[in-house]
C-alpha cells in the first residue's frame, strides 16, 4: 500500500469539501497540489474529473477518468467519473457500461444510480430513468439529491404537482438545496409567477454565484418576458442540445437552403423578399444574444443588490 | 500552500507562449474569414492556436490540412463545371452551386475551428491571458482583401476569398 502524506490527505478532504460546497475551481487547483505529491491516486484523479465535468472541460475530464480507472480497475468513484465523461461526450453505450461497473462495485451509493438515470433522460428513456431513481430511492429514502432527480425528471414529463411535491420533499431535507430549488423555481416559471422563480434563483445563487441550473433559470425567466428575445434563447438552447458536427449542418443547412433559392429562382419576384429576410435572422441572431446578455446581467446586478444577497 | 502547485498540469491547460500578446477571441477569426476570406483566416487560426497554447492545436492544424484539400477538390469541382459549361452549354447556374459548396466548405471549416479553439481561448481568458480585439483586422480586411486577392486567377480568389 502506498504512504501517503498527511498534505495530502489534507488537500484531497478539503477538494471535497469545496466540491460539496460547490466551488469546482477552489476543488480543481487543492486536486492539482494533491496529485503533485501523488500522481497515482485513482480517487484524486476521479474526483479532478468530476470538478472538469462541472466547467464542460470534457476532454480533460476524460483523460483524468481515464487514468483513474487504469490505476484502479475496482474503483466505483473511476468508473462513475469516466461513465459521466463518456455521457458528456454523448457516447451512450460506454457511459452506461461504466456507470453499470460503478454501481456493481457499489450497489449501495444512490449516486451510482442517479448518474445512470441521467443518462436515460438524455435517451429519452424515461420510464428506465424513473425506475432507476425509485431504486436510489429505496437505497436513501431521504436522499435530497435523489428526490430533487425524481422532480426534475417529473418536470420534463410536465407533472408539475409532483415535480413540486418532489421538490419540497428535498427541501425538507435539506432547505438550501440548489437542485431542488431550480426544479422548484422551473415549477412556478410554469405556471406563470415569474417572481417565485425569480426568487429561487436568487435564493441559489447566492450560495452558489455560478450555478448553471440558476442560471439556466433565469435565462429561462427573462426569455419568458421577452417572446422577441426568447425565441433566440430557445434556439439557442436547442443548438447547444445538439452535437457540434450537427449544429453546423444546420446552420449550414440554412445558409444552402437560402443560396438555393436565390439561384433557382433569381429572377422570381420574392426573391429580394428572401434576402431581406436572411438579412433580418443575421442581424437577429447578430443583435439578439447581446441584448439577452444585457438583460441577463441587469437581471444578476439587481439580485446582487438585493438586501438578503 | 505547498510548493508543488504547478507541478501537475491537466491536458486542456493552455501553455504559455511567446506570441500569447498576439491572441484573440476566434469569433474575430470567424467573422475575418466571412468578411475577409481564407487567406486570412486559415493563417490566423494557426497563429491564434499557438498564441493561446490551444491543447487542441494538433485537432485544428489536422482539420484545417483537409479543410484546404477540400476546397482544393472544389477548385477542381467548379473548374470542370465551368469547362462543361462552356464546352457543353450546361447551365451557368450549375456554377454557383459549385461555388456554393465552396462557400459551405469553407464556413464548415471556420465553424469546426473556431468551435474547438473557443473551448481553449476560454480556459486561456480564465487563466488571465492576455486577449487582444481582433475586430479592427475582422472589418479592416473586408477593405484590403480585394489588394490581395489582386494578384491570383480568379478560380484560385474564388477559393482564398
Redesign the interface.
Known amino acids: 500500500m502506498t504512504f501517503l502524506s498527511p498534505d495530502f490527505h489534507r488537500l484531497y478532504l478539503q477538494a471535497g469539501q469545496r466540491m460539496a460546497m460547490g466551488d469546482h475551481h477552489g476543488a480543481i487547483l487543492l486536486l492539482k497540489q494533491a496529485l503533485a505529491l501523488d500522481p497515482e491516486h485513482a480517487a484524486a484523479h476521479a474526483l479532478l474529473a468530476l470538478n472538469l465535468l462541472v466547467g464542460n472541460r470534457v476532454h480533460a475530464a476524460t483523460v483524468e477518468a481515464q487514468r483513474a480507472v487504469e490505476l484502479d480497475p475496482e474503483a466505483s468513484l473511476a468508473h462513475r467519473a469516466l461513465g459521466l465523461a463518456e455521457f458528456y461526450r454523448r457516447r451512450w453505450a460506454p457511459a452506461e457500461e461504466h456507470l453499470m461497473r460503478a454501481i456493481s462495485l457499489d450497489p449501495i451509493d444512490a449516486g451510482n444510480l442517479c448518474s445512470l438515470a441521467e443518462i436515460y433522460v438524455a435517451q429519452g428513456r424515461r420510464a428506465e430513468a424513473r425506475a432507476t431513481l425509485e431504486k436510489a430511492r429505496n437505497l436513501e429514502p431521504n436522499d435530497p439529491d435523489v428526490l430533487a432527480d425524481l422532480g426534475e425528471l417529473d418536470l420534463a414529463e410536465g407533472n408539475l404537482a409532483d415535480a413540486e411535491a418532489r421538490s419540497r420533499e428535498a427541501l425538507e431535507q435539506s432547505p438550501d438545496h440548489a437542485a431542488a430549488l431550480v426544479v422548484l423555481g422551473h415549477v412556478h416559471l410554469r405556471k406563470k409567477d415569474s417572481e417565485s422563480a425569480k426568487d429561487h434563483a436568487a435564493w441559489v445563487l447566492r450560495d452558489y454565484p455560478n450555478h448553471r441550473g440558476a442560471l439556466h433559470l433565469l435565462a429561462a425567466i427573462k426569455a419568458h418576458q421577452s417572446p422577441v428575445i426568447g425565441v433566440w434563447w430557445r434556439w439557442n438552447t436547442w443548438m447547444q442540445t445538439l452535437p457540434d458536427a450537427r449544429s453546423m449542418l444546420v446552420l449550414l443547412g440554412g445558409f444552402a437552403l437560402y443560396r438555393t433559392v436565390t439561384i433557382l429562382a433569381e429572377d422570381a419576384a420574392y426573391v429580394p423578399i428572401v434576402e431581406y429576410g436572411w438579412l433580418a435572422i443575421v442581424a437577429y441572431t447578430w443583435i439578439g444574444p447581446m441584448i439577452f446578455k444585457r438583460m441577463l446581467t441587469k437581471e444578476l446586478a439587481t439580485i446582487r443588490l438585493r438586501p438578503d444577497f | ?2 510548493g ?5 498540469r ?4 493552455p501553455q504559455p507562449s511567446k506570441l500569447s500578446h498576439l491572441a484573440v477571441n476566434p469569433f474575430w477569426i470567424l467573422l475575418g474569414g466571412m468578411l475577409g476570406g481564407f487567406w486570412l483566416a486559415g493563417p490566423w487560426f494557426v497563429l491564434n492556436s499557438i498564441a493561446i497554447g490551444s ?2 492545436r494538433r485537432k485544428e492544424l489536422e482539420w484545417l490540412f483537409y479543410g484546404v484539400l477540400a476546397l482544393l477538390a472544389g477548385l477542381v469541382l467548379v473548374n470542370h463545371l465551368a469547362w462543361r459549361v462552356d464546352e457543353q452549354g450546361w447551365d451557368l ?1 450549375v456554377v ?2 459549385g461555388v ?1 459548396a465552396v ?2 466548405t469553407k ?2 471549416i471556420y ?2 475551428l473556431h ?1 474547438q479553439q473557443s ?1 481553449s481561448f476560454q ?1 486561456y481568458e480564465y487563466f488571465g491571458g492576455l486577449v487582444r480585439n481582433g475586430a479592427l483586422v475582422a472589418i479592416g480586411a473586408t477593405f484590403v482583401k480585394g489588394y490581395v486577392l489582386a494578384p491570383f486567377a480568379p478560380i484560385l480568389r474564388m477559393v482564398l476569398s
Open positions: 500552500m505547498s508543488a502547485t504547478h507541478d501537475y491537466i491536458i486542456d491547460e491543447a487542441t447556374r454557383r452551386f456554393l462557400q459551405l464556413l464548415a465553424y469546426l468551435n473551448r480556459l
